[in-house]
């Protein structure tokens, strides 16, 4: 039983087996809910959609990005204000609770459009100061609960950790503290507004780099233990739930992956990866929205050390000659090698600023992982993608697939991967968690916001790279 279907405890996660494929939508009805029921809306937001559709020529492909696209606002959000401050509380779909990660990256793929819209300006500052409030009620929790006081929804209450008021699930991922960083900096530099940034942030912040000081485990194992009731070894930690053994070389700890399944070396070098980035991303924050010299180079400092810890301990042989970046490793010279659909992964760290496009690494790295060596790269009849441990085997996630042409500039491979994303919706008009790899008929999470919002930054990021390749029928 993975996480989402253990914790969530609905039908959401159900194999949908019994929807017939189809071969077009008729009539390509929007799947959007009507006006009055939309949970946020932004005048920037409806504008960019009908932009952006008016140059998609392929039908499907343009509803596909019009339903997809406004998701996270039309059913996600939940706004308020109280003493003259913005609040968001932003779900990842099925699930009530907010997680770091998937919050951030929601909205992140609107941010372009905040300086033209103030009510979109002030549901960012709602959401980052949302989260900095979470973080400093537990910077080890991965997701939480509306009401900072309450017990979590979940499934998460009998598991063998510190669970704190306000948290869903206390599951120590890395990227769950990088995403807020990533927001944060977006957000400030297209904007250049200091009002999220007050001294609650900074206090997050700090906590935050603390947090990842202590999870680099010099000085002993540090307090975070994990131990969860389930027969799934994804789900749990080994040795009274510390996880499997490392040498401290300076790299950051992260006893589970942006699954939220656990490492199997506890060393995930894609977050650790992200982490320098963010951490580079929020020292610039730190200086210029708040004039904070000592955090700023606290945090550069502490990415400087985790760089060269990666440089020396992350990566392992190819098999043909060359380098690649390990998915996990132990300090020791052990190292897995394999990709995880959920970003950050191996594939995606372009897409998080943890690497470039053209970097050679990089570039023999997501070669690898698009391939058989990585045992959760599925090849079928309706597609090809990465899927992961997470549903199981022959599961592709379409977060691969939009990883894998953003990451392109082969427009033969872009297509395929549009052909792809546009015939294995299920006739929903949505992204989907995964779908099987001979029959996309069969998927996961009908509602899933993130991998929505990701589809809707392709198309962006198509439209300013490829715009011929969206004026063609796909």
């Known amino acids: 039983m993975n996480r989402r279907d253990m914790l969530a405890g609905s039908a959401a996660l159900a194999v949908a087996g019994a929807m017939p494929l189809r071969a077009a939508t008729p009539g390509l009805v929007s799947k959007r809910p009507p006006v009055s029921q939309r949970r946020f809306v932004s005048k920037a937001v409806e504008a960019e959609i009908a932009r952006v559709k008016a140059k998609i020529a392929d039908p499907e492909l343009a509803w596909l990005f019009e339903n997809c696209y406004p998701n996270t606002l039309d059913t996600t959000v939940k706004y308020s204000e109280a003493g003259g401050k913005p609040d968001a509380f932003v779900i990842t779909g099925d699930i009530e609770a907010l997680w770091l990660r998937d919050s951030s990256a929601q909205l992140q793929t609107y941010v372009h459009l905040a300086p033209r819209d103030a009510k979109l300006r002030k549901l960012f500052a709602g959401l980052i100061q949302r989260q900095a409030r979470c973080i400093l009620i537990d910077p080890y929790a991965n997701a939480f609960m509306e009401d900072p006081t309450a017990k979590s929804n979940l499934g998460a209450r009998t598991d063998r950790t ?187 760290l372009p897409l998080l600023g943890a690497a470039d496009r053209a970097d050679p690494l990089f570039r023999r790295t997501a070669v690898l992982a698009w391939s058989d060596r990585n045992p959760y790269f599925f090849s079928g009849t309706a597609a090809k993608g990465i899927g992961g441990p997470h549903i199981g085997l022959d599961m592709i996630w379409p977060m691969s697939i939009v990883t894998h042409a953003m990451n392109s ?18 006739g929903t008009g949505f992204m989907h968690e995964s779908f099987h790899k001979d029959d996309p008929a069969k998927f996961t999470r009908s509602w899933f916001a993130w991998a929505n919002g990701l589809f809707g930054e392709l198309i962006l990021d198509l439209e300013k790279r490829k715009p011929a390749l969206l004026a063609a029928k796909i």
């Open 162 to 348: 510190e669970m704190k008021p306000g948290v869903a699930e206390r599951k120590w991922e890395i990227d769950s503290l990088c995403y807020p960083m990533r927001l944060a900096h977006a957000y400030w530099t297209t904007t250049r507004d200091r009002t999220p940034f007050d001294a609650v942030w900074a206090q997050a912040m700090a906590r935050a780099v603390a947090t990842f000081r202590e999870q680099q485990r010099k000085d002993g194992p540090g307090t975070y233990r994990f131990q969860r009731l389930n027969v799934s070894p994804t789900e749990t930690l080994m040795f009274e739930g510390l996880g499997a053994p490392t040498k401290k070389v300076g790299l950051i700890h992260s006893m589970f992956r942006p699954s939220d399944d656990a490492t199997l070396y506890p060393f995930l070098i894609p977050s650790n990866l992200f982490a320098v980035s963010a951490l580079r991303m929020m020292a610039t924050v730190q200086r210029e929205a708040r004039g904070d010299t000592a955090a700023a180079t606290d945090a550069e400092a502490l990415a400087t050390e985790v760089e060269a810890a990666l440089r020396q301990c992350g990566k392992m042989p190819d098999g043909q000659g060359g380098e690649v970046w390990a998915y996990e490793v132990d300090g020791y010279g052990n190292a897995v090698f394999m990709d995880d659909a959920n970003v950050p992964s191996l594939s995606g």
């Open 409 to 426: 500039d082969d427009e033969a491979v872009i297509r395929q991967c549009l052909s792809w994303l546009k015939t294995t919706h299920g």
